[in-house]
């Protein structure tokens, strides 16, 4: 950046501010300062073209006040009390600079000009020189992120209670607001068991609750809790939580050919099952960083002599599939790049999942708003790198790690295979003996003079055949053909008497394989052994990113901004590990308890998928771009307690859901419009729309149709002829062209939608119009949560939604009989709540009209796949199945109070 010559005066007054610079001047109360103010500013906009890693485009600094005073080819840059006559100004205030990049926002030219104006003033003394020390300023270190958790006191309030209620009622006070009423039992029971399990309530169980909650609604409330907490269910709502944030999905991505994972599904039941366990936390954090590394050091392999000690092996390389979810395009192009990226994909998930940062901005450069180093980021990435490791790069399928024990590799599955060799070898015999057989026969049709010179032809290696042999051969095709695929074509005796019985003893060796234990996978990321340091893969800063632009080495550690709150050691080599060691280490170091960031971010993200938003609102950001947290002392405590009770997810839960916060009303009320509109500080409950899975998990379950079966292979998808993604059986050609078979999925298409096969190119149409994530990117931190109109269409006109509403129809005709009673069980069914008589009869009303209409316009009952039903159905079920669709289509359907 070039700026005007400087004046004589200019140059004295520069130097009189230089020399108060040095002596450390501190802004005045209420006055900017280049540190908190300024170097922000600069340091997003700026820094790249004039200082950064030894850039200074017109020789001009701009990362300290007093090389901003000094100048640059043209002099200098500002002049201290005159923001009008500092050229820097003026040139940012023209659009000129940044150069090529975006005008500065009126908001930033207004601190700047104010800064200059009130005399360039700093906060401290600034430095000689800019050493790696003065990366980061005091202010910068001292993000609210950054620091120490400490428990800070329950506030005192008139009836003490639930904690959590006493810091909201704190910060609602502060405000002159209050808490809302407690919200109705149906009300709460819905809320409570779609929170929890992301299933409706049964009408049987509303009652039940209701019933309870009025003799002792503490009791009633405590008890539901501990039931639904208990349930299996639980894992498979809350462990798709974790799998968004994690990236969960069944196919590679990266590009169009979407290579399909099949054995990732066991780290989706992995997480499901650590969740309904309650499996600390922390614990579950290290197993998924470093399970292989936990093996090592419990001395744990496929063959470990106990059935206990291999399940445990085999969970904890399960958890390392938190390191291999992020898209891999290596399978289908295995080159630098696609290396590259599936490691910084990697680094995004970990750093988002456990630190609530976005580390990755720093992969090309400084990260420009945070404290983050482009040499912390690649010594974070340093801790992975290992069992990466890019030069001897293993593809998707060269990193599955088979479960299978040596005694059943060699010794079951070694004598099933001896025992159909036998057979085989047996079949061999009588297939020659069979073609020997027919041969003969075939020469015996033949002149005598060619039958010899005809048989040694057949006898000899077809490549090794004289052109008379080939030509003698082709004149008889009956005899050239002889093999034991074409013993068929011969006649009826030669069929029955050899096909067949070949056919036979080739299902006997086929049957008796089949008896083979099935040897299965899990998708792991585990390193190579290294004995000493300098094998271990070695990890470069990449100039500007760029893999093939390697600079200086960078050994393994954590972010340097927190170096000043906790020791921070990853050794290079862990002295009593086969491997490195160092993902092992780190998992250590960020759950002891004494890490400003994972319980914060692991609380906030609970705190958020109970109400809707975080107490930080911005879950994958806490630093300077993010949401600073709307209560600041709830969120530390909730960190502190939730690792006082040894990092339990499901006593975190209890504490929430009884709290009067949790289960206050949802209604509005005008003072609180106005002081809060946006309900940070939750004087009345969110109400929430059903993410996409839920609202299908919810169709079904009322339906009558869902499939309860845990875990195992994902339900798979395809691609319809019209390019529609359903349920299904993959049956294209090797060509991908669709066949339009059917194959019956024998109801598994109505089994939970966490068990439904996420292929990144192929999402469900209801799970794309609702939000869920395609996992397109590497993970997803928090949903978003649109309100678009293909949404009503889908609603509408969906096959999926129209199948539901007829299954709906039938379920109420077999449960009540006749069509009041079934009216009233529908919408029990539905909203867990009596109908009133207005809604009675206007469901009366609307189903007569319905009724008329098929009367008159006959039809089948629609469904989503399989062959179309034929038969038109009755008018009375059409128009019941139509006021079904109506219900499960509604607002009071898909949105929780």
């Not at 969740?275 to 922390?282: M, Q, T, V, Y």
């Not at 798979?716 to 993604?725: A, D, N, Y």
């Not at 709906?808 to 005709?813: C, E, G, L, T």
Request: charged share 25%.
């Amino acid at each position: 950046m070039k700026v005007g010559p400087p004046s004589s005066a200019l140059i004295t007054f520069s130097l009189l501010v230089t020399s108060w610079a040095a002596h450390g001047a501190a802004s005045t109360a209420g006055s900017l300062s280049f540190e908190k103010d300024i170097r922000p500013i600069f340091k997003t906009h700026c820094f790249q073209c004039h200082g950064e890693e030894g850039v200074t485009k017109g020789d001009l600094d701009v990362r300290l006040t007093r090389f901003l005073l000094k100048g640059g080819e043209s002099g200098a840059a500002i002049k201290p009390g005159d923001a009008e006559q500092s050229h820097l100004l003026q040139l940012i205030q023209k659009g000129e600079m940044p150069k090529g990049k975006t005008r500065l926002s009126e908001e930033n030219i207004a601190t700047i000009r104010r800064w200059i104006a009130e005399g360039a003033k700093t906060l401290r003394p600034e430095p000689e020189k800019l050493g790696p020390e003065h990366a980061f300023t005091d202010e910068e270190r001292a993000w609210w992120a950054f620091q120490p958790i400490t428990r800070p006191a329950i506030p005192a309030t008139q009836t003490p209670g639930n904690p959590i209620d006493a810091f909201i009622q704190k910060a609602l006070a502060e405000k002159g607001l209050t808490a809302s009423p407690q919200a109705d039992p149906i009300t709460l029971v819905r809320r409570f068991t779609l929170d929890l399990t992301g299933l409706p309530p049964t009408p049987e169980e509303t009652a039940a609750f209701e019933k309870a909650f009025i003799a002792d609604a503490t009791g009633a409330t405590s008890a539901l809790v501990d039931r639904l907490l208990a349930s299996p269910e639980y894992g498979e709502r809350w462990g798709r939580h974790w799998l968004d944030v994690a990236g969960y999905a069944d196919s590679d991505g990266f590009d169009d050919k979407d290579l399909e994972r099949k054995w990732a599904y066991k780290f989706r039941d992995y997480v499901i099952q650590s969740l309904n366990d309650d499996l600390p936390f922390d614990e579950f954090v290290r197993e998924q960083l470093a399970g292989d590394e936990i093996a090592a050091a419990e001395g744990l392999n496929a063959d470990s002599p106990t059935a206990d000690q291999r399940q445990r092996y085999a969970k904890l390389l399960t958890a390392t599939g938190f390191l291999r979810m992020a898209p891999d395009g290596t399978g289908a192009s295995n080159v630098i790049a696609t290396r590259n990226a599936c490691i910084t994909d990697t680094i995004k998930v970990v750093s988002t999942a456990l630190y609530g940062m976005t580390v990755a901005c720093a992969q090309c450069h400084d990260h420009r708003y945070d404290p983050i180093s482009q040499e912390d980021y690649y010594r974070f990435r340093a801790i992975f790198e290992p069992g990466f490791d890019m030069k001897n790069w293993r593809t998707p399928a060269g990193r599955l790690i088979s479960l299978q024990t040596k005694v059943e590799r060699e010794g079951i599955v070694a004598q099933i295979e001896a025992e159909a060799k036998k057979i085989e070898a047996a079949r061999l015999v009588k297939q020659e003996a069979f073609i020997a057989d027919v041969l003969d026969k075939e020469l015996a049709k033949r002149d005598a003079a060619i039958r010899d010179d005809l048989r040694a032809a057949y006898k000899t290696e077809a490549a090794k055949r004289t052109p008379e042999q080939k030509k003698l051969l082709s004149a008889n095709p009956s005899v050239e053909k002889l093999s034991a695929g074409s013993l068929y074509l011969y006649d009826t005796t030669y069929k029955t008497k050899y096909a067949d019985e070949l056919k036979k003893m080739t299902a006997e060796a086929a049957a008796v394989r089949a008896k083979k234990p099935v040897e299965e996978f899990v998708h792991a990321f585990t390193e190579k052994p290294a004995a000493k340091p300098e094998l271990i893969p070695a990890t470069f800063v990449f100039n500007r990113g760029e893999p093939d632009q390697p600079k200086q080495q960078v050994k393994p550690g954590d972010l340097s901004v927190l170096a000043g709150t906790r020791a921070i050691e990853i050794p290079e080599k862990a002295p009593t590990l086969p491997t490195s060691g160092r993902r092992l280490a780190f998992a250590k170091s960020i759950t002891d308890g004494r890490h400003p960031l994972l319980a914060r971010v692991l609380v906030n993200r609970i705190w958020m998928n109970h109400f809707g938003k975080g107490i930080v609102t911005s879950v994958g950001d806490f630093g300077a771009l993010g949401q600073k947290p709307t209560n600041p002392e709830l969120l530390d405590w909730l960190a502190t307690e939730f690792m006082r009770q040894g990092w339990s997810m499901k006593r975190l839960h209890r504490l929430i859901l009884t709290s009067a916060t949790y289960q206050q009303s949802s209604a509005r009320r005008n003072e609180s419009e106005i002081i809060d509109p946006d309900n940070h500080l939750l004087s009345r409950m969110n109400v929430r729309r059903l993410e996409a899975e839920a609202m299908r998990d919810s169709l079904l379950s009322v339906c009558g149709k869902l499939n309860t079966k845990h875990a195992g292979q994902s339900v798979p998808v395809m691609f319809t002829e019209e390019g529609q993604v359903v349920l299904g059986a993959d049956t294209t050609d090797t060509a991908g062209r669709q066949t339009g078979k059917y194959v019956p999925l024998n109801g598994e298409e109505f089994r939970r939608s966490i068990y439904v096969q996420i292929r990144r190119t192929r999402p469900l149409e209801i799970f794309a119009a609702f939000d869920a994530p395609a996992m397109t990117e590497p993970n997803c931190e928090a949903r978003p949560v649109t309100t678009v109109s293909p949404q009503s269409l889908l609603l509408m006109n969906n096959n999926y939604l129209r199948e539901y509403a007829g299954y709906f129809a039938h379920r109420v005709q077999a449960e009540a009989s006749n069509l009041t009673a079934q009216i009233h069980r529908a919408w029990e069914l539905a909203y867990t709540r009596p109908i009133s008589m207005a809604d009675e009869q206007a469901a009366l009303d609307f189903i007569a009209a319905q009724t008329a209409y098929y009367e008159k316009h006959p039809a089948p009952l629609e469904v989503a796949a399989g062959p179309a039903a034929k038969e038109n159905a009755s008018a009375p079920l059409l128009a019941l199945a139509a006021y079904c669709h109506a219900l499960i289509s509604s607002n009071a359907f898909i949105y929780v109070d």
